[in-house]
T-cell receptor, first 112, second 115 residues
Framework: GESVGLHLPTLSVQEGDNSIINCAYS??????FIWYKQESGKGPQFIID?????DKRQGQRVTVLLNKTVKHLSLQIAATQPGDSAVYFC???????????FGRGTSLIVHP | KAGVTQTPRYLIKTRGQQVTLSCSPI?????VSWYQQTPGQGLQFLFE???????NKGNFPGRFSGRQFSNSRSEMNVSTLELGDSALYLC??????????????FGPGTRLTVL
Protein backbone atom coordinates (compact mmCIF):
# COMPACT_ATOMS: atom_id res chain seq x y z
CA GLY A 1 0.00 0.00 0.00
CA GLU A 2 1.00 3.62 -0.11
CA SER A 3 3.15 4.83 2.73
CA VAL A 4 4.95 7.74 4.25
CA GLY A 5 8.72 7.56 4.50
CA LEU A 6 11.69 9.57 5.64
CA HIS A 7 14.89 10.30 3.74
CA LEU A 8 17.29 10.32 6.71
CA PRO A 9 17.13 8.07 9.72
CA THR A 10 19.56 10.19 11.77
CA LEU A 11 20.41 13.87 11.65
CA SER A 12 23.20 15.36 13.77
CA VAL A 13 23.49 19.12 14.16
CA GLN A 14 25.27 21.62 16.35
CA GLU A 15 23.36 23.69 18.86
CA GLY A 16 22.24 26.91 17.26
CA ASP A 17 22.13 25.51 13.73
CA ASN A 18 18.93 25.20 11.75
CA SER A 19 17.65 21.66 11.23
CA ILE A 20 15.66 20.32 8.31
CA ILE A 21 13.90 16.98 8.52
CA ASN A 22 12.40 15.62 5.33
CA CYS A 23 9.50 13.34 4.57
CA ALA A 24 8.28 11.88 1.29
CA TYR A 25 4.75 10.64 0.80
CA SER A 26 3.35 8.66 -2.08
CA UNK A 27 -0.42 9.11 -1.73
CA UNK A 28 -1.48 12.02 -3.88
CA UNK A 29 -4.84 12.03 -2.09
CA UNK A 30 -3.20 13.01 1.20
CA UNK A 31 -4.66 16.26 2.41
CA UNK A 32 -3.56 16.64 6.02
CA PHE A 33 -0.05 16.32 7.41
CA ILE A 34 1.28 16.36 10.94
CA TRP A 35 4.71 16.42 12.52
CA TYR A 36 5.27 14.76 15.89
CA LYS A 37 8.24 14.79 18.25
CA GLN A 38 8.94 11.81 20.46
CA GLU A 39 11.43 12.05 23.28
CA SER A 40 12.85 8.97 24.90
CA GLY A 41 10.33 7.27 27.16
CA LYS A 42 7.45 9.50 26.10
CA GLY A 43 4.60 9.41 23.65
CA PRO A 44 4.66 11.40 20.40
CA GLN A 45 3.95 15.09 20.92
CA PHE A 46 2.14 17.18 18.31
CA ILE A 47 4.37 19.90 16.86
CA ILE A 48 2.65 21.40 13.86
CA ASP A 49 0.23 20.47 11.10
CA UNK A 50 -0.58 21.64 7.59
CA UNK A 51 -3.45 21.03 5.20
CA UNK A 52 -3.01 20.52 1.49
CA UNK A 53 -4.41 23.94 0.62
CA UNK A 54 -1.30 25.51 2.15
CA ASP A 55 2.39 25.45 1.17
CA LYS A 56 3.88 26.73 4.40
CA ARG A 57 2.96 27.08 8.02
CA GLN A 58 4.98 28.55 10.84
CA GLY A 59 4.98 27.92 14.53
CA GLN A 60 7.34 28.81 17.31
CA ARG A 61 10.83 28.08 15.89
CA VAL A 62 9.32 25.51 13.50
CA THR A 63 8.17 25.78 9.92
CA VAL A 64 6.52 23.09 7.85
CA LEU A 65 6.77 23.22 4.07
CA LEU A 66 4.58 21.19 1.76
CA ASN A 67 5.43 20.58 -1.88
CA LYS A 68 2.51 18.73 -3.41
CA THR A 69 4.13 18.59 -6.83
CA VAL A 70 6.86 16.26 -5.62
CA LYS A 71 4.94 14.93 -2.61
CA HIS A 72 7.44 16.21 -0.11
CA LEU A 73 7.08 17.54 3.41
CA SER A 74 9.76 19.13 5.54
CA LEU A 75 10.11 20.36 9.09
CA GLN A 76 12.52 23.20 9.73
CA ILE A 77 13.67 23.92 13.26
CA ALA A 78 15.39 27.23 13.79
CA ALA A 79 18.24 27.67 16.27
CA THR A 80 18.17 24.02 17.29
CA GLN A 81 18.62 23.38 20.99
CA PRO A 82 19.69 20.25 22.90
CA GLY A 83 16.09 19.88 24.04
CA ASP A 84 15.09 19.36 20.42
CA SER A 85 16.91 16.03 20.41
CA ALA A 86 14.23 13.44 19.74
CA VAL A 87 12.71 11.28 17.03
CA TYR A 88 10.51 13.20 14.61
CA PHE A 89 7.65 11.55 12.76
CA CYS A 90 5.65 12.81 9.88
CA UNK A 91 2.11 11.51 9.42
CA UNK A 92 -0.47 11.95 6.72
CA UNK A 93 -4.21 11.54 6.38
CA UNK A 94 -5.84 11.01 3.05
CA UNK A 95 -9.29 11.11 1.59
CA UNK A 96 -11.19 11.56 4.80
CA UNK A 97 -9.45 8.71 6.58
CA UNK A 98 -9.42 9.21 10.32
CA UNK A 99 -6.28 7.13 10.74
CA UNK A 100 -2.96 8.77 9.88
CA UNK A 101 -0.13 6.86 8.28
CA PHE A 102 3.15 7.40 10.09
CA GLY A 103 6.64 7.47 8.73
CA ARG A 104 9.36 5.50 10.49
CA GLY A 105 10.92 8.55 12.10
CA THR A 106 14.15 10.55 11.99
CA SER A 107 16.39 10.80 15.01
CA LEU A 108 17.63 14.35 15.57
CA ILE A 109 20.77 14.65 17.69
CA VAL A 110 21.78 18.12 18.82
CA HIS A 111 25.35 18.53 20.02
CA PRO A 112 26.04 21.30 22.56
CA LYS B 1 -7.20 20.43 29.81
CA ALA B 2 -5.52 17.31 31.02
CA GLY B 3 -3.78 15.28 28.37
CA VAL B 4 -4.26 11.67 27.42
CA THR B 5 -3.50 9.36 30.31
CA GLN B 6 -2.60 5.71 30.17
CA THR B 7 -2.35 3.13 32.92
CA PRO B 8 -0.32 1.32 33.87
CA ARG B 9 2.90 2.89 32.60
CA TYR B 10 4.90 -0.29 32.89
CA LEU B 11 3.87 -3.92 32.88
CA ILE B 12 5.74 -7.22 32.97
CA LYS B 13 3.93 -10.39 32.01
CA THR B 14 4.84 -13.93 31.02
CA ARG B 15 3.95 -15.78 27.86
CA GLY B 16 0.41 -17.07 27.76
CA GLN B 17 -0.97 -14.49 30.15
CA GLN B 18 -3.39 -11.77 29.17
CA VAL B 19 -3.20 -8.04 29.81
CA THR B 20 -5.56 -5.08 29.85
CA LEU B 21 -4.39 -1.54 29.23
CA SER B 22 -6.42 1.56 29.92
CA CYS B 23 -6.64 4.96 28.23
CA SER B 24 -8.45 8.13 29.22
CA PRO B 25 -8.74 10.60 26.33
CA ILE B 26 -8.65 14.37 26.49
CA UNK B 27 -11.96 15.69 27.77
CA UNK B 28 -14.38 16.14 24.86
CA UNK B 29 -12.49 13.86 22.51
CA UNK B 30 -14.62 11.06 21.12
CA UNK B 31 -12.13 9.03 19.11
CA VAL B 32 -9.51 6.80 20.68
CA SER B 33 -6.87 4.97 18.66
CA TRP B 34 -4.34 2.40 19.78
CA TYR B 35 -0.87 1.85 18.35
CA GLN B 36 1.93 -0.59 18.93
CA GLN B 37 5.43 0.83 18.72
CA THR B 38 8.54 -1.31 18.39
CA PRO B 39 12.06 -0.40 17.24
CA GLY B 40 11.80 -2.69 14.25
CA GLN B 41 8.28 -1.90 13.04
CA GLY B 42 7.73 1.68 14.13
CA LEU B 43 4.21 2.86 14.89
CA GLN B 44 1.60 0.34 13.85
CA PHE B 45 -2.12 1.02 14.04
CA LEU B 46 -4.17 -1.45 16.07
CA PHE B 47 -7.72 -0.07 16.10
CA GLU B 48 -9.83 3.04 16.54
CA UNK B 49 -13.00 3.51 18.54
CA UNK B 50 -15.59 6.21 18.13
CA UNK B 51 -18.83 6.40 20.11
CA UNK B 52 -18.22 2.98 21.65
CA UNK B 53 -17.86 1.33 18.21
CA UNK B 54 -14.76 0.05 16.52
CA UNK B 55 -14.58 2.18 13.42
CA ASN B 56 -11.20 1.17 12.02
CA LYS B 57 -8.99 -1.85 12.49
CA GLY B 58 -5.38 -2.54 11.68
CA ASN B 59 -3.76 -5.78 10.68
CA PHE B 60 -3.31 -7.49 14.03
CA PRO B 61 -4.49 -10.95 15.12
CA GLY B 62 -7.67 -11.45 17.07
CA ARG B 63 -5.69 -11.75 20.31
CA PHE B 64 -5.71 -7.97 20.29
CA SER B 65 -9.07 -6.48 21.16
CA GLY B 66 -10.46 -3.30 22.59
CA ARG B 67 -13.52 -1.47 23.68
CA GLN B 68 -14.70 2.02 24.43
CA PHE B 69 -17.01 3.12 27.20
CA SER B 70 -19.73 5.75 27.14
CA ASN B 71 -17.36 8.29 28.71
CA SER B 72 -14.91 7.68 25.80
CA ARG B 73 -12.39 5.89 28.00
CA SER B 74 -10.94 2.88 26.25
CA GLU B 75 -9.27 -0.38 27.10
CA MET B 76 -7.29 -2.78 25.00
CA ASN B 77 -6.73 -6.42 25.80
CA VAL B 78 -4.09 -8.81 24.60
CA SER B 79 -4.72 -12.47 25.27
CA THR B 80 -2.25 -15.35 25.17
CA LEU B 81 0.77 -13.05 25.23
CA GLU B 82 3.75 -13.83 23.03
CA LEU B 83 7.33 -12.60 23.36
CA GLY B 84 6.81 -10.50 20.23
CA ASP B 85 4.07 -8.52 21.96
CA SER B 86 6.70 -6.68 23.98
CA ALA B 87 6.31 -3.08 22.89
CA LEU B 88 5.22 0.42 23.81
CA TYR B 89 1.44 0.64 23.45
CA LEU B 90 0.26 4.13 22.69
CA CYS B 91 -3.20 5.56 22.91
CA UNK B 92 -4.19 8.66 20.98
CA UNK B 93 -7.36 10.70 21.16
CA UNK B 94 -8.94 13.19 18.80
CA UNK B 95 -12.14 15.18 18.69
CA UNK B 96 -13.33 13.83 15.34
CA UNK B 97 -15.97 16.36 14.51
CA UNK B 98 -17.63 16.52 11.13
CA UNK B 99 -14.86 18.41 9.36
CA UNK B 100 -12.68 15.44 8.52
CA UNK B 101 -9.63 14.05 10.29
CA UNK B 102 -8.40 15.81 13.40
CA UNK B 103 -5.04 15.86 15.07
CA UNK B 104 -4.36 12.87 17.27
CA UNK B 105 -2.87 13.56 20.68
CA PHE B 106 -0.89 10.80 22.29
CA GLY B 107 -0.57 9.54 25.82
CA PRO B 108 2.75 8.54 27.42
CA GLY B 109 2.26 4.88 26.55
CA THR B 110 2.35 1.60 28.44
CA ARG B 111 5.62 -0.30 28.21
CA LEU B 112 4.73 -4.00 28.08
CA THR B 113 7.46 -6.59 28.56
CA VAL B 114 6.63 -10.23 27.95
CA LEU B 115 9.03 -12.76 29.50
Amino acid sequence: GESVGLHLPTLSVQEGDNSIINCAYSNSASDYFIWYKQESGKGPQFIIDIRSNMDKRQGQRVTVLLNKTVKHLSLQIAATQPGDSAVYFCAENSGGSYIPTFGRGTSLIVHP
Amino acid sequence: KAGVTQTPRYLIKTRGQQVTLSCSPISGHRSVSWYQQTPGQGLQFLFEYFSETQRNKGNFPGRFSGRQFSNSRSEMNVSTLELGDSALYLCASSYQGTGGPDTQYFGPGTRLTVL
